[in-house]
């Protein structure tokens, strides 16, 4: 079943306007990471975070490993039109292997 | 630098069918692995392999075959189709020595079971 959880589902914003998002778990993870994906297109990394309370930013998008390791949060700031797609978070865990688990995703619109 | 791709890209079938999704890295990366993607559930790993010859079952492996006998390839077997095997599937690759979490997906395949 799911281990993590998304909010928001989706999204309408303007364009220009920041977004936040964030991705919540029960469980530890030691590695959380932000994907986006466009349509007909697989997954892309955006931020890799390996320390809890890690804040490392990737031009105008900024993500953060929660101090709590349950939870992270991604934001991007003066959205356009390119941001279009679905982001997701990933965690990994000893308690999955060493694998990747996928959130169900945020599918963000910017309305012009 | 073609670096990873799949075949095909869509394919219908109906159920009861053997498919084959192909994956192919140019990478020689040593991790590769198959997820599917259905609305509301994100990417679900079906299987994964560590190295050539060396696979394992991921969370959702019922229903479908994986082997890897050279490093660049690792096809996805489903023996016979089912309805709910109607998904998008993505292959991904990764290289190290260990997992570390950037992984390069294919552009997916998308299956529908009749």
């Known amino acids: 079943g799911q281990q993590l959880n998304q909010s928001p589902q989706s999204m309408f914003i303007q364009e220009g306007e920041d977004v936040s998002m964030n991705c919540t778990s029960s469980?530890?993870?030691?590695?959380w990471l932000w994907y986006k994906q466009d349509p007909g297109e697989g997954p892309v990394l955006l931020i890799a975070?390996?320390?809890?309370?890690e804040l490392t930013s990737n031009g105008r998008l900024t993500a953060q490993f929660g101090t709590t390791r349950k939870d992270s949060f991604l934001n991007i700031s003066a959205s356009i039109p390119s941001d279009v797609g679905i982001y997701f978070c990933?965690?990994?865990?000893?308690?999955?292997?060493?694998?990747?688990?996928f959130g169900p995703g945020t599918r963000l619109s910017v309305l012009p | 630098d073609a670096g990873i791709t799949q075949s095909p890209r869509y394919k219908i079938t109906e159920t009861g069918r053997q498919v084959t999704l192909m994956c192919h890295q140019t990478?020689?990366?040593?991790?590769m692995f198959w997820y599917r993607q259905d609305l509301g559930h994100g990417l679900r790993l079906i299987y994964y392999?560590?190295?050539?010859?060396?696979?394992d079952k991921g969370e959702v492996p019922d229903g479908y075959v994986v082997s890897r006998s050279k490093t660049e390839n690792f096809p996805l077997t489903l023996e016979s189709a089912t309805r709910s095997q109607t998904s998008v599937y993505f292959c991904?690759?990764?290289?190290?020595?260990?997992?570390?979490?950037?992984?390069?997906f294919g552009e997916g395949s998308r299956l529908t079971v009749l």
């Open positions: 991904a690759s990764s290289g190290g020595q260990s997992l570390t979490g950037e992984l390069f």
């Open positions: 469980s530890i993870f030691n590695t």
């Open positions: 975070l390996y320390k809890a309370g």
């Open positions: 990933a965690g990994q865990s000893n308690n999955y292997g060493q694998n990747f688990v």
């Open positions: 990478w020689s990366h040593s991790y």
């Open positions: 392999s560590a190295a050539a010859d060396i696979t």
